[in-house]
C-alpha cells in the first residue's frame, strides 16, 4: 500500500524546470568529454596551446571553431566588458530590460572572442586593447548576420564553454586519464 502511494506522489511530482532562464541552456542535456576530446584537452595543456574544437551543424553545411582564451585574454576581456558597461549605463539603476541586453551582448562578444573559423575560414585573433575596437569588431563580424544564426552560434560556443569547464573538472578524476590515454 505504502508503495503505491509513493509512486503516486512520484507520478504527480511536476517535472523539474531544465531550462536557464538566462540563456536558455537545456540543462536536461548532459554533455560528457568524449575520450577523444580528454586527450586533445590534456595534449592541449601539457603543449601550452589552446584547446580547439569544430561543431559541424546542419549536416556539416555550419562548421564553427573555438578554442579557449588564455588567462590573459580572459582578463583582458572582463575589463573590457566593465568598461562597455560603463559607458551604457554609468552609474545608474538598470533596468531588467537593459540587463538582458547587455547578457545578450556580454555572451555574443565572449562567443566572438574564441570563435576562431566559419566554414573553414580562419579569424584573426581579436584586438583586446580597446573596448572600441571589440565593438567594432563585433559589428565588422557579426552585425549583419540573422539574429537566429546568431542565437545558434551562442548556444554552440555555452556548450563549448560546459564542455571545457567539464574537462577542466574531470581531470581530478582518474577515469578521465585513462580515458585521456594517460593511465
Not at 67 to 94: H, N, P
Amino acid at each position: 500500500m505504502a508503495d503505491q502511494e509513493n509512486q503516486v506522489q512520484e507520478q504527480a511530482a511536476p517535472p523539474k524546470p531544465t531550462m536557464c532562464p538566462c540563456c536558455g541552456h537545456d540543462g536536461s542535456q548532459i554533455v560528457r568529454p568524449s575520450p577523444s576530446d580528454q586527450q586533445e584537452y590534456i595534449r592541449c595543456l601539457l603543449a601550452g596551446r589552446p584547446f580547439r574544437k569544430v561543431y559541424q551543424l546542419y549536416n556539416g553545411q555550419l562548421k564553427l571553431a573555438f578554442e579557449t582564451a588564455s588567462a590573459t585574454q580572459s582578463e583582458q576581456l572582463s575589463g573590457l566588458l566593465m568598461e562597455i558597461r560603463q559607458q551604457r549605463f554609468g552609474d545608474g539603476e538598470v533596468t531588467q530590460l537593459q540587463d538582458a541586453q547587455f547578457t545578450g551582448l556580454v555572451l555574443a562578444l565572449r562567443m566572438l572572442c574564441s570563435l576562431r573559423s566559419v566554414n573553414g575560414k580562419e579569424l584573426t585573433p581579436l584586438s583586446l586593447n580597446s573596448s572600441a575596437e571589440l565593438m567594432d569588431a563585433y559589428k565588422e563580424r557579426l552585425g549583419g548576420k540573422d539574429e537566429g544564426l546568431l542565437t545558434l552560434m551562442i548556444q554552440v560556443h555555452l556548450g563549448f564553454t560546459k564542455l571545457c569547464s567539464l574537462l577542466m573538472a574531470s581531470g581530478r578524476d582518474d577515469s578521465f586519464w585513462k580515458g585521456a590515454g594517460y593511465v
